[in-house]
């Protein structure tokens, strides 16, 4: 596909990360087009997630179901119940792990005996921890109330935002606290600390290393020594400062809003330059170079026009928004063609991955897990067809998955309430086929057979037994080996 890792010499230069930093739209681009995918993918599974939330085991099934609203299977060491769309639930025996649902994706939880995490609509979300050392934590949030609870005083917390609270341990910060938002606000990250008066006009914050004033828009400082130091004077107009001071070329930038910015190396190697700069948007017109790597930059009309190339090949972009993209760094390569159209490859020494996006009605994604050397698939054409190979070899396929995006747990629950075919191969040899929804149902293996039309019919034939009933017991029949039943009536048996 293209190469997996950036070279070294890219990894030991400061300007190669510089000169990507200076491409304000074009990282401003990737990382909406980042969220964008995010919100596309809401409600799908993690594709590295360590845990299934459906039976993938090798062994024999115990299955059964009516119609599309019940369905309950075992296999060794794994269970799952779901009366469906309003509960499922699944177990993995060996690591004590179990995913729940209510009316997904309303609600769902999963947990093992050291940990549990559960949404209600991804606006209440809960996570508990078992630590070994301090025992159990939990923690509850909300957009505006939350709160947490653990062994020691020093873990619980409580807060309603914007008026009083304190959060710790999360958002990356080991405190943080606040009182009428934002009129006064507080946080600690390691031996950092930093207040806040009528956020962000008034901060200041220190430690050993760091040091941060800024009476906005006034003037501003923020220095960690050894590393970066940034300052502003009457912001946006007048920003200076240096950065990469623990590389082996730190970078010097001065912006002189909106009429230029610049940007140079200490040593001269890369230097970049910015013509009527606009937050957000970037440069109206903008070019950069770095001499060490190869690289160069440009683009003109803030981010509609975007090019960056460098001597490694590692490093491509050409972008003419909203019409096409192309942008490629190291192990990631992106296409878009109008904002419908995204192409997305992955090629690392983990993962290969390839995924085509038409927005909304198609979606294709390949996997290659290099260090199991398994495959992966999923297709949806949507609102018709639905197809997915997983790692375990299970192949699935559906007629109707009204759905528009990939999400397992939300396929697996309801397309079976409108499909019109079902088809399932798994990996336990177990083949399964349903037809206008679930109206009728049949599963079978080299030895088994069973098919059932609710309400109405019911057949079984295995080496054990074989027997068949007619409105759940008015009539049937019933072998099993040398014993031979007819019923009828539901009671009486011959």
């Excluded at 606000?185 to 806040?196: C, F, M, V």
């Excluded at 296409?335 to 490859?345: A, S």
Aim: aromatic share 22%; glycine share 4%; hydrophobic share 40%.
């Amino acid at each position: 596909m293209f190469r997996r890792t950036a070279t070294k010499k890219d990894n030991d230069l400061s300007q190669d990360k510089f000169s990507k930093k200076n491409a304000i739209l074009s990282d401003l681009i990737r990382k909406f087009r980042t969220i964008c995918i995010v919100i596309l993918l809401l409600s799908a599974e993690n594709i590295f997630s360590e845990y299934p939330s459906k039976p993938v085991g090798e062994f024999k099934s115990e299955y059964d179901q009516f119609w599309f609203l019940y369905q309950k299977e075992f296999r060794q060491g794994e269970s799952e119940l779901i009366f469906r769309p309003f509960y499922s639930s699944y177990r993995e025996q060996k690591s004590a792990y179990r995913f729940q649902t209510i009316l997904y994706p309303i609600y769902y939880s999963e947990e093992t005996q050291h940990w549990k995490v559960w949404t209600f609509l991804f606006f209440f979300t809960g996570t508990t921890t078992l630590h070994e050392d301090t025992g159990e934590d939990s923690d509850i949030l909300t957009p505006l109330f939350f709160w947490g609870s653990g062994d020691t005083a020093r873990e619980k917390y409580i807060g309603f935002f914007p008026f009083i609270g304190s959060m710790r341990n999360k958002l990356a910060y080991s405190e943080l606290s606040f009182f009428l938002f934002p009129l006064y606000s507080n946080w600690k990250y390691k031996d950092y600390e930093a207040t806040a008066f009528a956020w962000p006009f008034f901060l200041f914050g220190s430690s050993e290393t760091r040091d941060e004033l800024r009476i906005f828009p006034l003037f501003s400082k923020k220095v960690h020594r050894g590393k970066y130091e940034r300052y502003s004077f009457l912001w946006p107009f007048f920003q200076w400062g240096t950065t990469f001071q623990d590389k082996r070329e730190p970078v010097h930038y001065a912006l002189f809003f909106p009429f230029f910015g610049i940007k140079n190396s200490e040593a001269g190697n890369m230097k970049s330059r910015g013509f009527f700069v606009l937050p957000l948007l970037g440069s109206f017109f903008g070019y950069g170079y770095d001499k060490r790597t190869g690289e160069r930059d440009f683009n003109a009309l803030f981010f509609f026009i975007q090019y960056g190339v460098n001597q490694d090949e590692d490093y491509a972009k050409l972008i003419l928004f909203p019409f096409f993209g192309f942008y490629r760094f190291a192990s990631k390569q992106t296409t878009f063609i109008t904002p419908f159209y995204f192409h997305l490859q992955t090629d690392t020494f983990h993962i290969q991955s390839d995924d085509t996006f038409l927005i909304p009605f198609f979606f294709h994604s390949k996997r290659h897990y290099v260090q199991w050397d398994r495959d992966e698939r999923y297709l949806k054409l949507w609102p018709l067809f639905k197809y997915q190979k997983d790692r375990e070899g299970n192949v699935i396929w559906n007629l109707l998955s009204l759905f528009p995006i990939k999400s397992e747990v939300v396929d697996r629950i309801w397309d079976p309430l409108w499909s019109i075919v079902e088809y399932q191969k798994l990996s336990n040899g177990e083949k399964r086929v349903s037809i206008l929804m679930r109206a009728y149902s049949q599963r079978w293996t080299q030895t088994e057979f069973h098919a059932s039309i609710p309400l109405l019919m019911e057949l079984s034939l295995t080496p054990e037994k074989t027997s068949w009933k007619f409105l759940y017991g008015l009539i049937g029949y019933e072998r099993i080996e040398s014993s031979r039943n007819l019923q009828l009536l539901w009671f009486i048996k011959i």
